[in-house]
């Protein structure tokens, strides 16, 4: 079965350290995104990218890092410069950026804890 | 700047019909989706429109008018699985960067 896989499912990090998301696709999708949600928030866009060795910042990057290196992979490394990193995160792919339609298929999401 | 806007809470009683509200301002215009996301889950996609009018899928429909900035999601025959929060989604630019809204969350009650 195609999908979109991160892991973990639940994370739980000391304040100050270094940790990364993991987003894995099977969908060969060009596209893929990275968002945090808040409790009670909708979703606000951390980084994209279009194709490989290419991204973008979006609204809330600040204090996150990305790579894509291959296309079936996106992971996301949230450091210790983000203020407030607790939050639920999700990983979505698109076929391409252009073109009808706006189905994004998301991951199951990692639930980040910072203690 | 771009927002979206929505109610936050809607209830609705089991086999009931209720329609979720959303309004925009962006720069750009080029569809409005709709996502459905339970408790704990992933959003999982609904619909999207990208001109004026209603498409039907099943017991969801969504309307979408574009003078207005407006659009909502219908849902009928409400069942209890129905409990969840929707998002709204406009995409603004010539790319599939969407911008979401805060969500609607639908309590179903027997």
């Known amino acids: 079965d195609g999908g979109i896989t991160q892991s973990p499912k639940y994370l739980f990090r000391k304040e100050g350290q270094n940790v990364t998301l993991s987003c894995e696709q099977n969908l060969n999708h060009d596209a893929m995104y990275w968002y945090r949600q808040d409790p009670g928030q909708g979703l606000r866009l951390i980084y994209y990218s279009q194709i490989v060795n290419d991204f973008q910042k979006g609204d809330i990057a600040e204090g996150y890092s990305v790579s894509r290196e291959k296309k079936e992979s996106f992971p996301l490394t949230v450091t210790s410069a983000q203020k407030n990193p607790t939050a639920f995160y999700l990983c979505a792919s698109t076929p391409s950026l252009a073109g009808g339609g706006d189905t994004q298929y998301f991951g199951p999401g990692t639930r980040l804890t910072v203690l | 700047g771009q927002s979206l806007e929505q109610p936050s809470e809607v209830t609705a009683v089991e086999g009931a019909i209720v329609q979720i509200n959303c309004t925009y301002q962006t720069s750009g215009f080029y569809g409005l989706s709709w996502y459905q996301q339970h408790d704990g889950g992933a959003p999982t996609f609904l619909s999207y429109?990208?001109?004026?009018g209603l498409e039907e899928t099943g017991r969801f429909s969504s309307f979408l008018s574009r003078s207005d900035s407006y659009g909502y999601l219908l849902l009928q025959e409400l069942q209890m699985k129905d409990s969840a929060s929707y998002f709204c989604a406009v995409r603004s630019e010539g790319f599939q960067k969407l911008v979401f809204g805060t969500g609607t969350r639908l309590l179903v009650s027997p």
């Open positions: 429109n990208a001109l004026d």
